[in-house]
């Protein structure tokens, strides 16, 4: 396993070079020019222009641009985000723990709802239970996220106060006298306003595990090796919920390898409808900007969490199923 692992962490080099090579040409390819703020700003002469196009190789073709920004990465150096006018690694830092908190708690929500649910419509399939979450799972997946969103901070913006949460805030990430809070009061107040967002990106991901799971479940219980243990007389809750159970979440570890970087991906639309100062929105802007510094480092980061994440989900498959370990 530990070879394995080692093997897999080197598969990581060819892969994100590849990706980057793509990424790369791609944006460079796209008419318009990153400069064009600087050459229409009438207080930053031509010299300067032409000093900014020589230090970042603009003046050179894009297959050279990119040797020099390889050559950069390797050293950890992301580049200057001309956007933001500072170096990419600080516009991404202060951004990127704010998506990893809402792709987390966006997934607590999934994880918790969903695999429940789609074991409770396995469990008690075609009664009426089942029918109603399977109706709502369809709706949950139906939705839009935008509207969604747009949905929820309309309602939550007429409700009024919540008992024990208050009234919830419908954009940004903090309120306005956050800086006034004690340490535990900036925490509720963050999560707060992680409520909304972290709704509109779990329904979908919660329908959709919900199914997975049901579906998992129903094969599983349809198994010679089920029929045999409850033949011996097991209790039917031991049957469903330990033997059946334990082989059907096999499929839903290997989703966990993509479900982090979808939620990166994913979440571009919903942090622009709530304000949330995360990744999704500040890649939407590069990429209009033409920022390709800046857009690299938000992909970069976004293969390496999916090919992480794809090598947890190998290596805890392994651990919860024994049969497909390596040794």
């Not at 939705?143 to 208050?166: E, H, K, R, T, V």
């Not at 509720?188 to 329904?203: R, T």
């Not at 579906?215 to 011996?232: D, F, P, Q």
């Not at 409808?273 to 209009?288: D, F, H, N, Q, Y």
Request: glycine share 8%; aromatic share 12%; charged share 15%.
């Amino acid at each position: 396993m530990y070879t394995y692992i080692v093997r897999r962490l080197f598969t990581m080099i060819p892969l994100l070079f590849a990706m980057s090579f793509v990424t790369f040409m791609f944006i460079r390819m796209i008419p318009g020019d990153v400069l064009a703020p600087y050459r229409n700003n009438p207080q930053i002469s031509q010299e300067t222009i032409h000093e900014m196009e020589h230090k970042f190789h603009f003046d050179k073709p894009a297959i050279v641009q990119y040797g020099y920004w390889l050559k950069s990465m390797v050293r950890l150096d992301f580049g200057y985000s001309f956007s933001k006018r500072c170096p990419v690694s600080s516009v991404i830092a202060s951004h990127a723990v704010n998506t990893l908190y809402l792709a987390l708690f966006s997934i607590l929500i999934t994880w918790c709802l969903g695999i429940p649910l789609g074991i409770w419509c396995a469990v008690h399939q075609y009664k009426l239970s089942d029918k109603v979450f399977s109706f709502l799972s369809y709706i949950g997946m139906s939705l839009p996220s935008f509207f969604l969103a747009l949905l929820l901070m309309y309602l939550f913006s007429n409700i009024g106060d919540i008992p024990l949460i208050g009234r919830l805030p419908v954009g940004g990430m903090k309120s306005d006298d956050f800086d006034s809070f004690s340490a535990i009061g900036k925490f509720f107040d963050v999560m707060k306003h992680m409520i909304i967002p972290g709704i509109v990106l779990g329904i979908a991901s919660i329908a959709s595990l919900q199914r997975v799971m049901r579906g998992s479940m129903l094969e599983e219980l349809r198994a010679r090796y089920i029929t045999t243990a409850r033949a011996k007389g097991l209790p039917e809750s031991r049957v469903q919920y330990v033997h059946a159970l334990r082989n059907a979440i096999n499929p839903l570890i290997t989703l966990f390898g993509y479900e982090l970087a979808g939620l990166l991906s994913g979440a571009a639309l919903t942090e622009i409808i709530t304000g949330w100062p995360g990744l999704g929105s500040i890649m939407l802007e590069a990429v209009r900007s033409q920022d390709v510094f800046l857009v690299m480092g938000n992909m970069m980061m976004g293969g390496i969490l999916l090919i992480a994440g794809n090598l947890v989900a190998d290596v805890a498959l392994a651990l919860s199923d024994p049969r497909i370990r390596l040794s």
